[in-house]
């Protein structure tokens, strides 16, 4: 599915407001000289966040980036205030890439490797690299580091500075398409600002309820893959010197805030997932296709051409609890922990991580017993994810699965054409006041028909809670 969904994991924490309180002892971070204003950074961070969407190849899987934007969620709650910018725009976007990096643009755009979450032993150590990421941001590092460029402009270094961060083959065309030959120097990111990302990301952890400890232990991780040379992250974040030490250090003077704990099982689950798809190209994979002209990102100039819904519909049970008719020319495209998806032929791409233009995914996710609080929660989950997700008209009130619901319509832009698509969002509470949700996808053009074929679905939908 083009559009993305969101986990219980996102909903948890996007419920949750900043987290008050402070440790004691903890070091006093405090962000370098910047001669440039937080619109700046927002500025330059899109404009490579508009390279990285051209020039990488997106996941593009729903479970995958929902359940990364559940950990960036908990973590941007967590930011101090003093760090805060009420223009940043925190997003969280999986790479369809081997190598083990992960990099955040100014502004607030972060990109991981799927390579990064393959390697991480848990949860907590997939937050530390999120958590150091972070601090790239909430400090400026970037337009820090661009200050010490006083030739160079703003608005002409966007190339410069992905090409920098991204590192490696991929970063290396990138750069070289830029206009400016700007050196890496003041891109790359300091031993001093790796130092900073560090400690600022240690006390993120805790005041986030993860243990600092993991961000230590990943930099372990890190240092064990790819032999000598070791992960591109690794060559692009300098060690500023006894980092493992220095960032227990700190770990040991801070205390873990609010629910502390990782999500083991979906950890997991979302390893397995990746497990089990197409291998994650390499930096020259990408580079070799980004030399030729190929799209590498998520196929955004496909033609899909599929038939018009079923007047007649099939039954499908994929659970106990659960039965789902839908038009008879749709089949079950995927299932997997709380969600299953349905769609004609030839609109389901598994080669982009399981996206797809027309058809339904149903889902359950953790709630809070009220129906609206809950149905709002989702849907800023649904804006953090899709940042062209938009409201067409005003909810309604509608049954869904033989029980009260709310039906909201949306628009969006997919990823698989390129084109506006229309997005339907209907809930239901559940007797344990959990959040089943039914989400129909189809071309704007489209939505009159589809429209109808995903309001059969919500009303023939069976639930057994």
Do not use: C
Not at 51 to 65: G, I, T
Not at 193 to 222: C, V, W
Not at 278 to 293: D, V
């Amino acid at each position: 599915m083009t559009f993305k969904t969101s986990t219980h994991r996102t909903l948890l924490w996007l419920l949750l407001t900043a987290v008050a309180g402070s440790a004691w002892a903890q070091t006093k971070i405090v962000a370098p000289p910047n001669k440039y204003k937080p619109a700046d950074d927002v500025k330059l961070g899109q404009e490579a966040s508009a390279e990285v969407q051209k020039e990488l190849p997106l996941l593009n899987d729903a479970a995958v980036d929902e359940y990364v934007a559940g950990i960036g969620a908990r973590l941007v709650a967590a930011i101090a205030p003093e760090q805060r910018y009420s223009e940043f725009h925190y997003t969280f976007r999986v790479v369809n890439q081997k190598e083990i990096n992960a990099f955040a643009l100014p502004g607030g755009p972060m990109y991981l490797n799927r390579g990064m979450i393959e390697a991480a032993k848990d949860e907590g150590e997939v937050a530390g690299v999120m958590a150091h990421e972070i601090s790239h941001v909430t400090l400026r590092h970037g337009t820090a580091q661009a200050t010490k460029g006083q030739k160079f402009q703003i608005g002409a270094i966007a190339g410069q500075v992905l090409g920098a961060i991204v590192g490696g083959a991929a970063g290396s065309i990138i750069a070289n398409g830029s206009s400016f030959g700007l050196n890496a120097y003041f891109m790359k990111f300091s031993r001093e600002y790796e130092s900073q990302a560090d400690i600022n990301g240690a006390q993120i952890m805790a005041r986030a309820g993860f243990d600092p400890h993991d961000m230590a232990n990943m930099f372990k991780t890190l240092e064990s893959q790819g032999g000598s040379s070791g992960p591109e992250w690794l060559s692009d974040h300098p060690n500023p010197g006894n980092r493992y030490q220095r960032i227990n250090q700190e770990a040991a003077v801070l205390k873990v805030e609010g629910h502390s704990g990782e999500d083991t099982a979906e950890f997991g689950r979302v390893q397995a997932r990746l497990k089990g798809m197409s291998p994650a190209l390499t930096a020259e994979q990408i580079a070799r296709n980004q030399k030729t002209g190929r799209t590498t990102s998520t196929g955004s100039t496909r033609v899909v051409t599929v038939t018009p819904p079923s007047s007649t519909y099939r039954t499908y049970q994929p659970g106990n609890a659960l039965r789902v008719s839908v038009p008879s020319n749709w089949q079950q495209a995927a299932a997997g922990g709380s969600t299953v998806t349905y769609a004609p032929q030839g609109a389901y791409f598994e080669d982009n991580g399981g996206s797809f233009t027309h058809g339904v995914e149903i889902g359950i996710t953790k709630g809070t017993g009220n129906l609206q609080r809950d149905t709002d929660a989702l849907l800023k989950g649904f804006a953090q994810a899709n940042p062209d997700l938009r409201r067409q008209g005003s909810a309604k009130s509608e049954s869904v699965a033989g029980r009260t619901g709310i039906t909201v319509p949306l628009l969006n832009v997919s990823a698989i054409t390129g084109q506006e698509e229309y997005v339907s969002l209907a809930t239901a509470q559940l007797r344990d006041g959990n959040l089943l949700y039914v989400i129909g996808v189809a071309p704007r053009a489209d939505a009159g028909t589809y429209d109808a074929a995903f309001k059969q679905v919500r009303q023939k939908l069976e639930v057994r809670d």
